[in-house]
Nanobody
Framework: QVQLVESGGGSVQAGGSLRLSCTASRSAFVINVMGWFRQAPGKQRELVATVTPRGTTNYIESVKGRFTVTRDNAESRLYLQMNSLKPEDTAVYYC?????????WGKGTLVTVSS
């Protein structure tokens, strides 16, 4: 198992930036894909970005060029740098990890972007 704890959420005006962090309770060297999901009010949870153990990344179209996902395997941490934030980015953001074919999520951190 792995526990994931997010931090870094908050309120920001449109055009601003936030950096989310996630700390894993297990060494990131043994974790497969890590990433970030988000869930906006009244909407389904969606996958925002993923990063493989070797650093290969994928993003949903709506955040490409604005968000950057990175992982620090030595520190067992995952980050999401969010720039040029838009009101539609408002959501609870969840850290995700896949370990031995099991999926794990943190409890989430709220990001609110005002116009």
């Amino acid at each position: 198992q792995v526990q994931l704890v997010e931090s870094g959420g908050g309120s920001v005006q449109a055009g601003g930036s936030l950096r989310l962090s996630c700390t894993a309770s297990r060494s990131a060297f043994v974790i497969n894909v890590m990433g970030w999901f988000r869930q906006a009010p009244g909407k389904q949870r969606e996958l925002v970005a993923t990063v493989t153990p070797r650093g290969t990344t994928n993003y949903i179209e709506s955040v490409k060029g604005r968000f950057t996902v990175t992982r620090d395997n030595a520190e067992s941490r995952l980050y999401l740098q969010m720039n040029s934030l838009k009101p539609e980015d408002t959501a609870v953001y969840y850290c995700y990890a896949n370990l031995r074919d099991m999926d794990y999520w943190g409890k989430g951190t709220l990001v609110t972007v005002s116009s």
